[in-house]
């Protein structure tokens, strides 16, 4: 099984990424990006490229003579965009998206980058634009986006009938589905060499896992002599088949499409999900909803009280943290001793556990930036995911169920949709029993009302 390092051999890529995996550190970058613009306004769907770029102040400038898109150095120091504006809107807008994560790696002003321009692709630059596309996808379907996708159908037919309703790449689609879905499944991307070894074999170049996947599958690791990938010999042909793939034990279902080539190769990309048949995996729990009090929380066992404060003052006096401080005064009191005494920890993404007696505990996660009204969210989501990272640790390791309201989602003005995938992706998804509660009466919809970026 190939390792990053006999893989993936971009400079740009090296420089990213060294010694962590390239796609999760492309990914996680790319979601950062939507993380500081959702808190500063940006709002979908439809997630507006043009606008994320505004955001970034990199100029976006159309340009007939060139074939899609290209990053181009400025005069002293930053980068600006050029695009064809000829092209289709959803070309349009992945290659803006694609170019904006060009920007993502750390060495992005020393040439120009051209999206598909095959005349100024050099060795292994097709990497490079690989990893532009999975931060592409990230960007123009964001987590919390599009959260119906879960129940969707996986058969390749119905996702490229979504993909034109959508109107995003198909890799784009896949990505989204497969980080949604319950089933035990992952999305893959894998391509034929035109030269080198084993150039008439087609080799995953990344895969990503669902929820419930729980195998390894490599960059780089070598699909049979006679896998149905051989059949997408075009654009957007379909193939369908039953396979055994290296180091998993399973036979998988296998769905595919023939996608663009690399920029240079004669052959098509394939894109595809690879599903584990139903009854061989074990189903990771989801998010459990009840109405209730949260500072009353149900079960056995140790329970713990997770909630979110903000980084300017230790003393709670609103929303739910509000309810904590009256209904455990020696937690407040903790608390405020505790940021007193480590003021340097009293900052985004740190927290601080306090134990109430041997069945129950309090979490407080400093991921609120301020408090007071704001046009923008005062959520952090980046730091609200640190924490529930370490949450998660806590959980496992003292077999702890958490009990929450939709936490982010009141006064820090938060999307419930991106916080509910926070939840699932450091919580549920590690078999952490997780419950949030809703107040008898109150309002049970999963997203809080953003602005758009311009409004005022």
Same mark, same amino acid.
């Given at each position: 099984?190939?390792?990053?390092?006999?893989?993936?051999?971009?400079?740009?890529?090296?420089?990213?990424?060294?010694?962590?995996?390239?796609?999760?550190?492309?990914?996680?970058?790319?979601?950062?990006?939507?993380?500081?613009?959702?808190?500063?306004?940006?709002?979908?769907?439809?997630?507006?490229?043009?606008?994320?770029?505004?955001?970034?102040?990199?100029?976006?400038?159309?340009?007939?003579?060139?074939?899609?898109?290209?990053?181009?150095?400025?005069?002293?120091?930053?980068?600006?965009?050029?695009?064809?504006?000829?092209?289709?809107?959803?070309?349009?807008?992945?290659?803006?998206?694609?170019?904006?994560?060009?920007?993502?790696?750390?060495?992005?002003?020393?040439?120009?980058?051209?999206?598909?321009?095959?005349?100024?692709?050099?060795?292994?630059?097709?990497?490079?634009? =690989?990893? *532009?596309?999975?931060?592409?996808?990230?960007?123009? !379907?964001?987590?919390?986006?599009?959260?119906?996708?879960?129940?969707?159908?996986?058969?390749?037919?119905?996702?490229?009938?979504?993909?034109?309703?959508?109107?995003?790449?198909?890799?784009?689609?896949?990505?989204?589905?497969?980080?949604?879905?319950?089933?035990?499944?992952? !999305?893959?991307?894998?391509?034929?060499?035109?030269?080198?070894?084993?150039?008439?074999?087609?080799?995953?170049?990344?895969?990503?896992?669902?929820?419930?996947?729980?195998?390894?599958?490599?960059?780089?690791? =070598?699909?049979?002599?006679?896998?149905?990938?051989?059949? *997408?010999?075009?654009?957007?042909?379909?193939?369908?088949?039953?396979?055994?793939?290296?180091? #998993?034990?399973?036979?998988?279902?296998?769905?595919?499409?023939?996608?663009?080539?690399?920029?240079?190769?004669?052959?098509?990309?394939?894109?595809?999900?690879?599903?584990?048949?139903?009854?061989?995996?074990?189903?990771?729990? &989801?998010?459990?909803?009840? &109405?209730?009090?949260?500072?009353?929380?149900?079960?056995?066992?140790?329970?713990?009280? *997770?909630?979110?404060?903000?980084?300017?003052?230790? &003393?709670?006096?609103?929303?739910?943290?509000?309810?904590?401080?009256?209904?455990?005064?020696?937690?407040?009191?903790?608390? !405020?001793?505790?940021?007193?005494?480590?003021?340097?920890?009293?900052?985004?993404?740190?927290?601080?556990?306090?134990?109430?007696?041997?069945?129950?505990? #309090?979490?407080?996660?400093?991921?609120?930036?301020?408090?007071?009204?704001?046009?923008?969210?005062?959520?952090?989501?980046?730091?609200?995911?640190?924490?529930?990272?370490?949450?998660?640790?806590?959980?496992?390791?003292?077999?702890?169920?958490?009990?929450?309201?939709?936490?982010?989602?009141?006064?820090?003005?938060?999307?419930?949709?991106?916080?509910?995938?926070?939840?699932?992706?450091?919580?549920?998804?590690?078999? #952490?029993?997780?419950?949030?509660?809703?107040?008898?009466?109150?309002?049970?919809?999963?997203?809080?009302?953003?602005?758009?970026?311009?409004?005022?």
């Amino acid at each position: 099984m190939a390792t990053r390092n006999q893989f993936w051999t971009h400079p740009s890529i090296l420089r990213l990424a060294r010694p962590s995996d390239p796609v999760g550190c492309i990914t996680q970058k790319a979601r950062d990006l939507v993380f500081d613009a959702i808190e500063a306004g940006w709002s979908g769907p439809p997630f507006d490229p043009f606008a994320l770029a505004d955001h970034l102040k990199l100029p976006v400038i159309p340009r007939e003579d060139i074939l899609d898109a290209r990053t181009i150095p400025m005069e002293g120091e930053g980068v600006q965009i050029e695009f064809n504006p000829n092209r289709p809107s959803g070309r349009i807008r992945f290659s803006i998206a694609h170019e904006v994560a060009h920007t993502l790696f750390p060495d992005c002003q020393e040439r120009v980058r051209n999206r598909a321009a095959r005349e100024h692709m050099l060795g292994d630059d097709w990497q490079l634009e =690989l990893l *532009c596309n999975v931060a592409a996808a990230e960007l123009l !379907m964001p987590i919390g986006s599009f959260p119906d996708l879960k129940d969707k159908a996986r058969s390749i037919d119905s996702l490229m009938e979504l993909r034109k309703q959508y109107d995003v790449s198909t890799e784009a689609l896949l990505l989204r589905v497969v980080r949604l879905t319950d089933a035990a499944c992952t !999305m893959f991307c894998a391509s034929r060499r035109d030269q080198g070894d084993a150039s008439d074999r087609y080799r995953i170049d990344y895969a990503v896992g669902s929820r419930s996947w729980s195998h390894s599958l490599a960059s780089g690791v =070598l699909l049979p002599v006679s896998t149905i990938m051989r059949e *997408c010999t075009a654009i957007g042909f379909t193939a369908k088949g039953d396979e055994q793939w290296p180091g #998993i034990p399973p036979k998988l279902h296998v769905e595919a499409v023939g996608i663009p080539p690399f920029p240079k190769h004669r052959y098509p990309r394939v894109v595809g999900i690879a599903q584990v048949p139903d009854g061989l995996t074990t189903a990771r729990p &989801r998010i459990t909803y009840l &109405r209730g009090d949260a500072t009353r929380p149900r079960g056995l066992g140790l329970r713990i009280i *997770c909630h979110v404060v903000n980084d300017k003052t230790p &003393r709670w006096g609103g929303g739910f943290a509000l309810g904590v401080r009256r209904g455990f005064s020696d937690v407040q009191q903790d608390f !405020m001793s505790w940021a007193e005494q480590h003021a340097d920890l009293f900052t985004l993404g740190n927290a601080q556990l306090c134990n109430v007696d041997d069945t129950l505990a #309090i979490f407080s996660m400093i991921c609120q930036k301020g408090y007071g009204s704001s046009r923008t969210p005062r959520v952090r989501y980046a730091a609200m995911k640190t924490c529930l990272d370490r949450l998660g640790d806590i959980a496992v390791t003292s077999a702890a169920s958490i009990h929450m309201p939709r936490i982010g989602c009141g006064q820090a003005g938060g999307a419930w949709d991106i916080v509910s995938e926070l939840i699932d992706e450091s919580l549920c998804s590690r078999g #952490i029993s997780v419950t949030v509660y809703d107040l008898p009466g109150s309002d049970s919809g999963s997203s809080a009302v953003q602005k758009g970026l311009f409004e005022a």
